[in-house]
């Protein structure tokens, strides 16, 4: 008796299935991979990972498979790097093999495949060397910059003065004065904070982006160049999300540390008055004499932790690292966190300590860990922007405002947003009281 259509489509589809398990659970299990959680499949590793708090999930998995292991994406094998080791032998030691960046569909669907942060190959290459240059070219490290970063510093001092006698949530301001430096830089002016097409750049972002034209420098004879409109957007939309987020949630971070341990602050202050005093405005050069206030921005920004995982790395080729065969295309995943919390580098990597950057003479230590921009070939291009404006910002506010808590400070609690994928402050509000 002939099969029924519906008997005959369900055989076919079990079939394939069927296949389909085979050859997945073929592949995985004669893959010379690091080993990892077993997956399931269509799911990989879901069941051990919880959603909405995946960083704590991946050191969770390490304690059981150590500091290189393999997740699943669905089917799609993710090589995980726990601790400082790990991550430095692949991402500086091989940093010719994993410097790609590693695009899963979703992200290519919000990011695109143009500008810095998501390419790879002589784009990347190019647009990166371009952006380093344009960088220098516009004042990174040079006086131009700075005094565009102390402009804004002096504009949100002057509006925290206006709001002296009432509780501030810092949180808006910060945004808007990291965003203005990136227009100062990107635009080449500022804008009022209350200016409307500001406050459309900030809330509609990815439009304002979109619109924008430049008719110059575009070699738009050359059909090979990688400098084209897509590619200058592309850049541009990298500047601001790279470069006002992370930045302002560190400065939000700053604040409410300083909230939780006054007498941090008071020690900061009174560096601050040693070196720079109340009269002048505070430079980037004064940062190499400020020993105490440089460690404890360095330990806000290990502590802050605001990417604990980064952004996804690739191998460009086929490698055999530690002992394990990692095929070329693989997605890699970095824990900054676990190398930023490393215990073999910082003593109490998970309490606030300004005295992991200060050696027994109060002088200044560098850590091979501070890693909050990355490491090797991708490591951040605006890190020289980011150390600047974190340094001006933090400096010109406590130079002449004392930060008060608005509860005790045994109530502050300065850990992360919970179920939250990245590290973001808990809200508060603040008094900041005139020197």
Same mark, same amino acid.
């Given at each position: 008796m002939a099969l029924g259509v519906g008997t005959t489509l369900l055989l076919a589809t079990g079939v394939t299935l069927l296949i389909y398990l085979v050859s997945w659970w073929r592949r995985i299990k004669y893959s010379n991979l690091p080993p990892g959680p077993t997956p399931l499949p269509l799911l990989g590793t879901?069941?051990?990972?919880?959603?909405?708090?995946?960083?704590?999930?991946?050191?969770k998995i390490s304690e059981t498979y150590g500091p290189v292991y393999t997740c699943y994406s669905a089917n799609i094998p993710v090589v995980v790097l726990i601790g400082y080791d790990a991550v430095k032998e692949a991402l500086v030691d091989n940093s010719d093999v994993f410097s790609d960046r590693g695009n899963l569909k979703v992200v290519k669907v919000l990011f695109g495949t143009y500008g810095i942060v998501m390419t790879n190959g002589e784009?990347?290459?190019?647009?990166?060397?371009?952006?380093?240059?344009?960088?220098?070219?516009?004042?990174?490290?040079?006086?131009?910059i700075e005094e565009r970063i102390q402009e804004e510093a002096q504009n949100l001092r002057e509006q925290f003065m206006k709001d002296k006698d009432t509780p501030i949530d810092p949180t808006y301001m910060l945004g808007l004065v990291v965003s203005n430096v990136i227009c100062s830089v990107v635009f080449g002016?500022? =804008?009022?904070?209350?200016? &409307?097409?500001?406050?459309?750049?900030?809330?509609?972002? %990815? +439009? #304002?982006? /979109?619109?924008?034209?430049?008719?110059?420098?575009?070699?738009?004879?050359?059909?090979?160049?990688?400098?084209?409109?897509?590619?200058?957007?592309?850049?541009?939309?990298?500047?601001?999300?790279a470069g006002t987020e992370?930045?302002?949630?560190?400065?939000?971070?700053? =604040?409410?540390?300083?909230? &939780?341990?006054?007498?941090?602050?008071?020690?900061?202050? %009174? +560096? #601050?008055? /040693?070196?720079?005093?109340?009269?002048?405005?505070?430079?980037?050069?004064?940062?190499?004499?400020?020993?105490?206030?440089?460690?404890v921005i360095h330990e806000i920004q290990r502590f802050a932790d605001i990417l604990p995982v980064g952004l996804l790395h690739a191998a460009s080729k086929d490698i055999t690292f530690r002992g394990y065969t990692i095929p070329k295309g693989t997605?890699?995943?970095?824990? #900054?966190? /676990?190398?930023?919390?490393?215990?073999?580098?910082?003593?109490?990597?998970?309490?606030?300590?300004?005295?992991?950057?200060?050696?027994?003479?109060?002088?200044f230590k560098k850590s091979d860990a501070f890693m909050p921009f990355s490491a090797g070939k991708r490591m951040c291009v605006g890190e020289g922007l980011a150390r600047m404006e974190l340094f001006l910002f933090f400096t010109t506010i406590l130079q002449r405002f004392t930060l008060k808590p608005t509860v005790d400070k045994k109530d502050i609690d300065i850990t992360p947003e919970p179920n939250s994928n990245s590290s973001r402050s808990r809200d508060y509000k603040m008094f900041a009281v005139p020197q």
């Open positions: 879901v069941m051990q990972l919880s959603i909405t708090e995946v960083p704590k999930s991946l050191l784009r990347w290459k190019t647009l990166r060397r371009f952006g380093l240059t344009t960088l220098r070219n516009f004042g990174m490290g040079k006086r131009s002016k500022r =804008f009022d904070y209350e200016d &409307k097409k500001f406050m459309t750049l900030l809330q509609y972002i %990815k +439009e #304002i982006i /979109s619109g924008m034209n430049s008719a110059s420098g575009q070699e738009k004879q050359n059909p090979n160049t990688e400098f084209h409109e897509n590619n200058l957007v592309g850049s541009v939309q990298d500047l601001f999300f992370t930045t302002s949630n560190t400065l939000r971070y700053a =604040f409410i540390i300083m909230l &939780k341990y006054p007498e941090i602050q008071e020690k900061v202050q %009174k +560096e #601050i008055d /040693s070196v720079i005093g109340q009269e002048r405005i505070p430079s980037a050069q004064d940062r190499s004499k400020m020993p105490y206030t440089d460690a997605l890699v995943a970095p824990a #900054i966190t /676990s190398v930023l919390k490393d215990p073999n580098f910082f003593k109490n990597p998970t309490d606030f300590d300004p005295g992991h950057f200060l050696d027994e003479n109060g002088a």
